[in-house]
């Protein structure tokens, strides 16, 4: 299993990006994907994910309305889109992957096990 992050750098406030992952050794048929990020300080958190098969897909709460997540299974590629950024959104985003379950994907970052590298957002005027 392997992924691989890009698409950060550096937006001004209320600016937009999205990222990618490309991903590889394993099916979304059979995996939850999604996005976390962590920012200096903090614990890692969840952002966004989507259940194998898309299913079903979660935001936490301080994103919804501004970020999409999305995939495109021909390109092994999951996305997310990020609009009208904030200062708060400044982070190193990741992308996980697990094992699914066939429940709704969880966006606890301890309940996946493969991760990227990471891509480094900064938001700053």
């Known amino acids: 299993v392997q992924l691989v992050e890009s698409g950060g750098g550096l937006v001004q406030p209320g600016g937009s990006l999205r990222l990618s992952c490309i991903h590889s050794?394993?099916?979304?048929?059979?995996?939850?994907i999604g996005w976390f990020r962590q920012a200096p300080g903090k614990e890692r958190e969840g952002v966004s994910c989507v259940s194998s098969e898309g299913g079903s897909i979660n935001y936490v709460e301080s994103v919804k309305g501004r970020f999409t997540i999305s995939r495109d299974n021909a390109r092994n590629t999951l996305y997310l889109q990020m609009n009208s950024l904030k200062d708060a959104d400044k982070a190193v985003y990741y992308c996980?992957?697990?094992?699914?379950?066939?429940?709704?994907?969880?966006?606890?970052?301890?309940?996946?096990?493969?991760w990227g590298q990471g891509t480094q957002v900064t938001v700053s005027s």
């Open positions: 996980a992957a697990r094992r699914s379950y066939g429940t709704s994907c969880p966006t606890r970052p301890y309940e996946y096990d493969y």
């Open positions: 050794g394993f099916s979304l048929d059979y995996y939850d």
